[in-house]
T-cell receptor
C-alpha cells in the first residue's frame, strides 16, 4: 500500500534532549512537509522540501532541523532549543505539480516531561 | 488579524441538517482554497478544493468562494454522524514563492447528533 508512515506514534522526551521524528513515503512524491498542531489550533508549517538535498524554513522553524538525503525520507529533529515542543507533529507529501494536495501521515505525539 | 480565520465552534447540528462552515482570509491575492477534514486523533485529509468564485459541488459537499469578500465556506448537506470531525480551511497564496505553503485556519469542530 502506498502511503506515509511516521514513527514513533507517541514519544516522550526529557527537557534538554534532542529527538528525531521519522517520516517515510512511498508515493514517489517530490515534496515533503512538517507541520505542528497544538490543541484547538490549525497546522503550522515547520519545514518543507521540494527536492532531495534542499529544504526551506516554514513559519516556525526555530528549534527544529531537517534533512532530505533521500526522496522517500524527511526526518525532523526537535532540538533542546525548541522552548515548547509538546505537540502533535504531522508529516505530509505532495506531487510536484499539485503541491496543495498534501497527503498526511498518521502523526507523532511528542510530550516533554 | 489572523491570516485565515474560521467560525468559532464547536458546531452542533442534527442528523440530516445542513452544516455550514465559514472561513475568511486576509491575503487578497490568495488564489486557491481547500477544506481538510480531520477526525479526532487522526491526520487531515483533503476533501474539497476551489479556485474560482461561485459554488463547487461534490456529493453532499459544496464549497463556496467569494474573493471580493475574502470568504470561503463549506456546506454539508444531509449531515451524518460520520461527518463529525474538525474541518480545516487552508489557503494557498499566489506567487512563485508560495510552493506548498498552505496557511491553515484553527479549525471548526463539527458534531452531528442522531
Amino acid at each position: 500500500d502506498g502511503g506515509i508512515t511516521q514513527s514513533p506514534k507517541y514519544l516522550f522526551r526529557k527537557e534538554g534532549q534532542n529527538v528525531t521524528l521519522s517520516c517515510e513515503q512511498n508515493l514517489n512524491h517530490d515534496a515533503m512537509y512538517w507541520y505542528r498542531q497544538d490543541p484547538g489550533q490549525g497546522l503550522r508549517l515547520i519545514y518543507y522540501s521540494q527536492i532531495v538535498n534542499d529544504f526551506q524554513k516554514g513559519d516556525i522553524a526555530e528549534g527544529y532541523s531537517v534533512s532530505r538525503e533521500k526522496k522517500e525520507s524527511f526526518p525532523l529533529t526537535v532540538t533542546s532549543a525548541q522552548k515548547n515542543p509538546t505537540a502533535f507533529y504531522l508529516c505530509a507529501s505532495s506531487p510536484w505539480e499539485h503541491d496543495y494536495e498534501q497527503f498526511f501521515g498518521p502523526g507523532t505525539r511528542l510530550t516533554v516531561l | 488579524q489572523k491570516e485565515v480565520e474560521q467560525n468559532s465552534g464547536p458546531l452542533s447540528v442534527p442528523e440530516g441538517a445542513i452544516a455550514s462552515l465559514n472561513c475568511t482570509y486576509s491575503d487578497r491575492v490568495s488564489q486557491s482554497f481547500f477544506w481538510y477534514r480531520q477526525y479526532s486523533g487522526k491526520s487531515p485529509e483533503l476533501i474539497m478544493s476551489i479556485y474560482s468564485n461561485g459554488d463547487k459541488e461534490d456529493g453532499r459537499f459544496t464549497a463556496q468562494l467569494n474573493k471580493a469578500s475574502q470568504y470561503v465556506s463549506l456546506l454539508i448537506r444531509d449531515s451524518q454522524p460520520s461527518d463529525s470531525a474538525t474541518y480545516l480551511c487552508a489557503v494557498k497564496p499566489a506567487g512563485g514563492t508560495s510552493y506548498g505553503k498552505l496557511t491553515f485556519g484553527q479549525g471548526t469542530i463539527l458534531t452531528v447528533h442522531p
